[in-house]
């Protein structure tokens, strides 16, 4: 067992009585709220005292007492993680220097702090005209110079960074709509399928699969999916070429949040997934079947 990261006290108990009832010892890290501005999307900022995660830094001395005075614990390090799609390191810096001071007071107070577990939340470029977020490289020295002397193991959860640019989402064009002072591209994709658009406003570059000539013109779209709700949209006078039902169009940076946020709303089968590696591809998950749906559902006895 590597080690429980805590949310609470309430949690920090709990685990405490499995632990005993196990006759085991659990090693724990407390999550540590810095109050620190990610500089993020709301949705995904977790660092400030307002946000649900992590107990108070200004209660983590008080917390790590009690954790270390339960039976079935073992207090083994720090967690913090201050939101996702950081596209500057000052506010990591800013959460990792309070997680040095604390370290510093909890090995005062008598905790073997060897471990320190500092989250994810490194950006990824996903408009191809933005300033690129802070390397890997950088990110790695910064926290070197700032927790490098403390001789604590460093744990980092990068997985947008790695995941985020290795997907795409593959979508057809339906239809294509004149409206009242602007022209819709309806696509098979929905808000199901890529939900960051809706939830977040999320910018995702949309591409044609099929290149189109240099200099073909183009016009501004919005780009929806054809579930009833305004929220299904992908994309507000987006620049596109003048695309014809049946062209295939690829979001790209879909990686991250995409399928495994997707769900079957509307009754609508999830996409399938595809592996592609080189020239070879292969179906790594199927498209369901209606039948596969609803078979899921059970009528009670008493209908």
Known sequence: MRQFNVESEPEMRAISDFAVSMGVTAPVAIRVNPDVDAKTHEKIATGKSENKFGIPIARARAVYAEAAALPGLRVVGVDVHIGSQLTELA???????KVRDLTLQLREDGHQIRR????????IPYMRSNDQPPLPTDYGAMIQRVLGDLGCEIEIEPGRLISGNAGML???VVWVKNGEGRDFLILDAAMNDLVRPSMYGAHHDIIPVIEGAPGAP???FDIVGPVCETGDTFAKAREMP????????????????GAVMASEYNSRPLVPEVLVMGDHYAVIRERPT????????RLPPWL
Do not use: C, I
């Open 91 to 97: 506010p990591f810096e800013a959460a990792f220097r």
């Open 116 to 123: 320190l577990d500092l989250g994810g939340g490194l950006g």
């Open 170 to 172: 593959v979508a057809g």
């Open 218 to 220: 183009t016009q501004p």
């Open 242 to 257: 003048l695309l014809a039902e049946g062209d295939l169009v690829a979001f790209r940076s879909a990686g991250a949040y």
């Open 290 to 297: 209606f039948d596969e749906m609803l078979s899921r559902d």
